[in-house]
């Protein structure tokens, strides 16, 4: 089944230490996303990428970085200079023609 | 930026439509007005999309204003599983941003 993964689940770091976020689609989409999501918050954007070997940053990209080499991964890594890493992290992808954007299930960052 | 606003909450009792308003004044002819829902501690899902005319599918409806200023989203008959937070936003033909606002939190009462 095509889909939007996201791993791992749960992940728990100390301060300081950069981690990385996994984002895997085998949608064949172009445009892909990752989002921070606070408690009782909404989603604000933190890089998207509409090609490969292409990205921009969103409205909070400070403290992250990401890379696009293949159509299917959009790694993100959350550095030792975001200064409140605990967070939800929303990866999605969207395809060309108007359909529906796709969503993974999240990863819960917690940063002790 | 591509802009949405919607209503912070509504409630509705279960079996009851359910109407959430969404203003995107600033949408262009080309952009889509898309319908997402996300529950506790899960990524959002799509709900339905549409571009100029009436939508319907088996999750809900959607209605368009003429001027495509503001939409809609219908849910018929609200059920206790359809408690979840809506996003409303705009999707742009080229350069997609996607661009969430804060939502509308359903609550569904028994």
């Known amino acids: 089944d095509g889909g939007i993964t996201q791993s791992p689940k749960y992940l728990f770091r100390k301060e300081g230490q950069n981690v990385t976020l996994s984002c895997e689609q085998n949608?064949?989409?172009?445009?892909m996303y990752w989002y921070r999501q606070d408690p009782g918050q909404g989603l604000r954007l933190i890089y998207y990428?509409?090609?490969?070997?292409?990205?921009q940053k969103g409205d909070i990209a400070e403290g992250y970085s990401v890379s696009r080499e293949k159509k299917e991964s959009f790694p993100l890594t959350v550095t030792s200079a975001q200064k409140n890493p605990t967070a939800f992290y929303l990866c999605?992808?969207?395809?060309?023609?108007?359909?529906?954007?796709?969503f993974g299930q999240g990863t819960r960052l917690t940063v002790v | 930026d591509a802009k949405t606003t919607q209503p912070n909450s509504m409630e509705s009792n279960e079996e009851e439509p359910v109407h959430l308003p969404c203003n995107h004044s600033?949408?262009?002819?080309?952009?889509?007005i898309h319908w997402y829902r996300q529950l506790p501690s899960q990524g959002p899902e799509y709900v339905i999309h549409?571009?100029?005319s009436n939508v319907n599918n088996r999750m809900a409806s959607l209605a368009i204003a003429e001027d495509r200023k503001s939409s809609t989203l219908i849910l018929h008959r609200a059920t206790l599983r359809d408690a979840a937070v809506y996003y409303c936003?705009?999707?742009?033909?080229?350069?997609?941003?996607?661009?969430f606002g804060g939502g509308t939190r359903v609550l569904v009462k028994p």
């Open positions: 999605a992808s969207l395809g060309q023609g108007h359909t529906e954007a796709f």
């Open positions: 949608l064949n989409h172009d445009a």
């Open positions: 990428s509409q090609i490969v070997n292409d990205f």
């Open positions: 600033t949408i262009s002819g080309t952009d889509y």
């Open positions: 549409g571009l100029t």
């Open positions: 936003i705009q999707v742009k033909a080229a350069g997609n941003k996607l661009t």
